[in-house]
C-alpha cells in the first residue's frame, strides 16, 4: 500500500504540469482531483432537507504544496479567535491519504461536523473550488491576483462573536464570526453562500482594486452583486443540486419548492432576520425602484434579479428545443458563467455602474458568440431594459457600434506582443496615442494592469487570446461648499482611466473609460470626439460631488479603523475617509458587507449583514 501512495504520489507530480490536458476522470484516478466534504448551503439547510445537506463528488484539485492548516498556494487558514484569544489547532495534511486529519488523527469529514478543524477544512476546500471557477475558461481565464501585496489570502473561520462576515483588504484576510441564536450556535464559515459571497468581494477587489475607492452607491452595488452572483452561480453549478432542484421544479426556478436555490444565506438570514434567507435573487426591483437608495446591498438586487431572470429565460429556451430538464439546466449553467463572469475583465477601472456592467455583458457576448444562432443576446438585452438598466437609446448606440475599434484611430502603431510583454511597453503604446485615446496630455498616466485570458466560447472552444490594458490617473479637486460640511476647503482626487481589450492580432474589441475633466484646457478646437468626453467627464464629477455631499449629510461617512484579524465593528460607515499627504480619500468600508436601511431617508442607521 506505501509502494502504491507513492507511485501515485511520483505520477501526480510528473503529470500536474499538463493537468488541463487530461480528462476529470483521468485526474481522479491520478490523484489530481481530491474529494471532500463539505456543506451545500449551511446546516440549517441540511437539517431542513438532507438532500441539500453535504456535497458528493466534491472534488478540488491537488497541488504539490498543500500543508497544514489547510494552506496551499493561494489560501492559508488561521483559526484564532479575538473573542477568546485562542488559536485552534490546525488540520493536519495526511499526503499519503490525501485527507486532513485532526491532531487526533480523525479524518475529518462529515461524521465530525462539530469539530473546529472540520470547519477549517469545509471553508478551504470552498473556497479552492470558488477560485478555480472564476479562473476556469468559462470565467475569466487566467490567474485572478488579489488586491494586496502577496498571493496568499488569510482565512479566519472563527475571528469572533458577532452577526457578522466579510472581506478586508487590508488584512488580507476573509473572517468569519459566530453568534448563538435559540440557543444554537450559528458559524458563519459553514455558509458556502455566505463563504462564496465574501470570496466573490476578494475576487472583484482583485479584478478591479479602484472600486473600493468609489462613492458612487451603485460600484458598491457591483461589489454585492458579484458576492450574491457568485454564491448563486457556484451552487447551480453543482450537478447533484442542480439534479435536485430540477425533480423539485421541472426546471421552474419560480416554483416556490426552488426556494433552496433562490435564497442567498438562508442559516444567517433566519437567525438574524426571522426569515429563511437574507436577500432573494427572484425579485422584481428595476432601478426606479432604487433610485434614491444609498444603500448597495438594497441596489445591487436589481443587477441579481436581472441575471436569474436571464437564467430562468436560458432554461426555458433550452427546454424549448427538446433538451430534457438536466440538460437545459446544465447547459444554462455554463452560458450563465460565461455571461456573468467574463464581462468583468471590460469593465472600467474605476467608478462602475449598472450600465457599464450591461453594456459590458452586451460586449463580452458578441465576441464570445459573434453568430448567436439562437438569439440569446436578445434576451439579455430585453432583460436589462425590462430592469432599467439600460435604456432603448443605450441599446440603440451599442448597436450602432458594437465594437470600440470602428471608431478608435490609433495614431501610433505598436505591435500587440511588445504591448503585452510590460507595463513600460504598454505605457509608451498609451502615451503615444494619448489624444485617440482622449487622455490628457499633462496628468500623470498609470498603468494599473496588463494581463492575457484565454476565455471560451458557448462551444467550450477556446476563443483567440485577449490583451486587456488598464490604465489610470488622477485629477485633484478642492471642495468648495457648505454642503461638504466639516470637510470643506479639504482636497480629492477623482480617479479616471480606462480598459481596453486586444485580439491576439492587436484589434480593440472593447473600450471602457471614465473620463476626467481636464482635457479642456488643453484643447483649443476639439473635435466631436473630443467635445463629447469633455461633456462626459463634467457630468461625471458633478455626479461624484453630487454624491458625496449627499452621504456627507447623511452621517453615512466615517473616519477609517484599522483591519488586523479579528476585528469587528456592528455600527460603521458604509464610507470611510483616510487624509494622505493633504488629500482625502473616500471609498468603500473594508467591512463592504454593512447594509444601509432606508428608513425615510434617514441614512445613519446601519446593520450589519452580509
Not at 63 to 69: H, K, L, M, R, V
Not at 577 to 588: A, C, Q, S
Request: proline residues 4%; negative net charge; glycine residues 6%.
Amino acid at each position: 500500500m506505501q509502494q502504491k501512495s507513492k507511485l501515485k504520489k511520483s505520477t501526480k507530480r510528473d503529470v500536474y504540469s499538463i493537468k488541463d490536458l487530461i480528462t476529470s476522470r483521468t485526474q481522479k484516478d491520478l490523484g489530481l482531483q481530491i474529494p471532500f466534504d463539505v456543506y451545500l448551503q449551511d446546516p440549517y439547510v441540511a437539517n431542513a432537507d438532507p438532500l441539500f445537506g453535504f456535497v458528493d463528488n466534491f472534488y478540488i484539485p491537488w497541488e504539490p504544496n498543500i500543508s497544514d492548516g489547510p494552506t496551499s498556494a493561494r489560501f492559508a487558514v488561521v483559526d484564532y479567535s479575538s473573542e477568546t484569544g485562542i488559536l485552534t489547532d490546525k488540520a493536519v495534511w495526511d499526503e499519503n491519504e490525501m485527507k486532513f486529519r485532526n491532531s487526533s488523527g480523525v479524518i475529518l469529514d462529515r461524521n465530525c461536523k462539530d469539530l473546529f478543524q472540520f470547519h477549517q477544512v469545509n471553508v478551504w476546500a470552498i473556497l479552492q473550488r470558488a477560485l478555480r471557477y472564476f479562473e476556469h475558461g468559462d470565467g475569466l481565464g487566467r490567474p485572478i491576483p488579489f488586491a494586496f501585496e502577496g498571493n496568499k489570502l488569510i482565512v479566519v473561520p472563527h475571528a469572533g462573536y458577532g452577526k457578522n462576515a466579510f472581506y478586508d483588504r487590508q488584512s488580507k484576510s476573509l473572517q468569519f464570526y459566530y453568534f448563538v441564536e435559540d440557543n444554537k450556535t450559528v458559524y458563519t464559515c459553514l455558509s458556502t453562500d455566505i463563504i462564496n459571497h465574501e470570496f466573490g468581494h476578494a475576487i472583484l477587489d482583485g479584478i478591479r482594486p479602484h472600486f473600493i475607492s468609489s462613492v458612487l452607491p451603485q460600484t458598491g452595488a457591483i461589489h454585492e452583486f458579484v458576492g450574491d452572483i457568485t454564491a448563486l452561480l457556484i451552487i447551480f453549478s453543482n450537478n447533484d443540486f442542480r439534479g435536485r432542484l430540477g425533480e423539485l421544479t421541472d426546471g421552474n426556478l419560480d416554483d416556490p419548492l426552488g426556494s433552496a436555490f433562490q435564497s442567498i444565506a438562508d442559516e444567517f438570514g433566519k437567525a438574524t432576520q426571522d426569515k429563511p434567507y437574507l436577500r432573494s435573487a427572484n425579485n422584481d426591483k428595476t432601478m426606479t425602484d432604487v433610485e434614491d437608495s444609498l444603500s448597495p446591498h438594497s441596489i445591487s438586487e436589481v443587477l441579481t434579479g436581472a441575471m436569474f431572470d436571464i437564467l430562468k429565460k436560458l432554461i426555458d429556451q433550452y427546454k424549448d428545443r427538446g433538451h430534457t430538464t438536466a440538460q437545459a439546466m446544465a447547459y444554462a449553467s455554463r452560458m450563465i458563467r460565461r455571461i456573468c463572469v467574463q464581462p468583468l475583465d471590460l469593465l472600467p477601472p474605476v467608478d462602475g455602474t449598472f450600465k457599464d456592467y450591461a453594456l459590458a455583458c452586451l460586449k463580452a457576448f458578441q465576441i464570445s458568440n459573434p453568430i448567436d444562432p439562437n438569439n440569446y443576446y436578445n434576451i439579455l438585452k430585453t432583460v436589462f431594459k425590462e430592469r432599467e438598466i439600460l435604456s432603448a437609446k443605450d441599446i440603440r448606440a451599442h448597436e450602432n457600434n458594437p465594437y470600440a475599434h470602428e471608431r478608435l484611430r490609433l495614431e501610433i502603431h505598436h505591435d500587440i506582443d511588445r504591448i503585452a510583454r510590460s507595463r513600460a511597453a504598454a505605457y509608451d503604446f498609451l502615451n503615444d496615442n494619448r489624444k485617440a485615446l482622449l487622455i490628457p496630455i499633462h496628468q500623470n498616466l498609470i498603468v494599473s494592469d496588463l494581463y492575457d485570458s484565454n476565455k471560451f466560447s458557448r462551444d467550450g472552444i477556446k476563443l483567440p487570446r485577449q490583451i486587456i490594458l488598464v490604465y489610470t490617473w488622477k485629477e485633484e479637486h478642492v471642495l468648495n461648499h457648505w454642503r461638504y460640511e466639516e470637510f470643506n476647503h479639504e482636497k480629492i482626487e477623482i480617479l479616471c482611466g480606462g480598459t481596453l481589450v486586444f485580439d491576439q492580432n492587436g484589434r480593440v474589441l472593447s473600450w471602457f473609460r471614465k473620463p476626467g475633466t481636464t482635457l479642456e484646457n488643453e484643447i483649443e478646437k476639439p473635435t466631436n470626439d473630443q467635445e463629447e468626453e469633455i461633456k462626459a467627464g463634467e457630468r461625471r464629477k458633478k455626479e461624484i460631488l453630487s454624491t458625496l455631499s449627499k452621504r456627507i449629510q447623511s452621517g453615512a461617512i466615517g473616519t477609517a479603523i484599522g483591519g488586523e484579524i479579528g476585528l469587528v465593528e456592528s455600527h460603521m460607515s458604509a464610507l470611510q475617509v483616510t487624509k494622505e499627504n493633504g488629500t482625502l480619500r473616500f471609498g468603500i468600508a473594508p467591512h463592504i458587507n454593512l447594509d444601509c436601511k432606508d428608513h425615510n431617508k434617514n441614512y445613519n442607521r446601519w446593520e450589519v449583514s452580509s
